[in-house]
């Protein structure tokens, strides 16, 4: 069965600080990766998706940067954090029209 | 208007009953709803998928899909205090096409 994993699942960084959130799948090969972002009370945003290795498109233009260095290895990024940065962060897979979250993680920017 | 429409809720339930969710959404293009459920503080999990038009059954839960009036439902019978959570309505044009989610419906089911 498949698996997918986020680290660190809470995060407190100060306003400036770089960012770095992984994702990791297993049990399926070549799958389509996503980032969202969940602000308290409100939907999911779509930041990025990912159909291959080192395929990235962009879904929101802001201080974040996504890579898919592995096949099943997705990455979030920032170089510096701002305030409005600060959310729940989830990484989803999918093969076909179905998506699958990871556990997420939550950031918060001080 | 956008895209994918639900009341937010607060939605406040006694075990037992029947709860009702909806979503209205403009893209009659839309073939593929789905329906997740989110515990505070965790992922959103995979709990109803149908295709195009009709009703799909999975225990306490039925999904319906009205196209031609953009609507969709989910019900849940007999409810439960676990069945408290965020419900999330999900759709998309095609198979492989980005999944566009609704904003959620915040359910609790009072013992």
């Known amino acids: 069965s498949q698996t997918i994993h986020q680290w660190p699942a809470t995060l407190v960084q100060p306003v400036g600080s770089p960012l770095s959130l992984e994702c990791t799948v297993e049990?399926?090969?070549?799958?389509?990766l996503y980032w969202y972002r969940q602000a308290a009370g409100r939907g999911l945003q779509l930041l990025f998706y990912s159909v291959g290795i080192g395929q990235i498109s962009s879904e929101v233009p802001q201080n974040l940067s996504a890579s898919r260095p592995q096949d099943r290895q997705f990455i979030l990024s920032s170089k510096k954090l701002l305030l409005s940065d600060s959310g729940f962060y989830l990484c989803?897979?999918?093969?076909?029209?179905?998506?699958?979250f990871g556990p997420g993680t939550r950031l918060t920017v001080l | 208007q956008k895209e994918v429409e639900q009341d937010p809720g607060p939605l406040s339930v006694p075990e037992g009953a029947i709860v009702s969710l909806n979503c209205t959404y403009s893209?009659?293009?839309?073939?593929?709803f789905m329906w997740y459920r989110q515990y505070s503080r965790k992922g959103p999990e995979l709990l109803m998928y149908?295709?195009?038009?009709g009703n799909k059954e999975d225990g306490r839960f039925t999904a319906q899909v009205d196209k031609s009036s953009k609507y969709i439902s989910l019900f849940i019978r007999d409810s439960q205090p676990s069945d408290s959570a965020t419900y999330l309505c999900?759709?998309?044009?095609?198979?492989?096409?980005?999944?566009?989610f609704g904003p959620g419906t915040s359910l609790s089911v009072i013992p």
């Open positions: 999900a759709m998309s044009e095609t198979s492989y096409d980005k999944v566009i």
């Open positions: 049990g399926t090969s070549n799958p389509n």
């Open positions: 893209n009659s293009a839309f073939q593929y």
């Open positions: 989803a897979w999918s093969r076909l029209d179905t998506q699958y």
């Open positions: 149908t295709y195009s038009s």
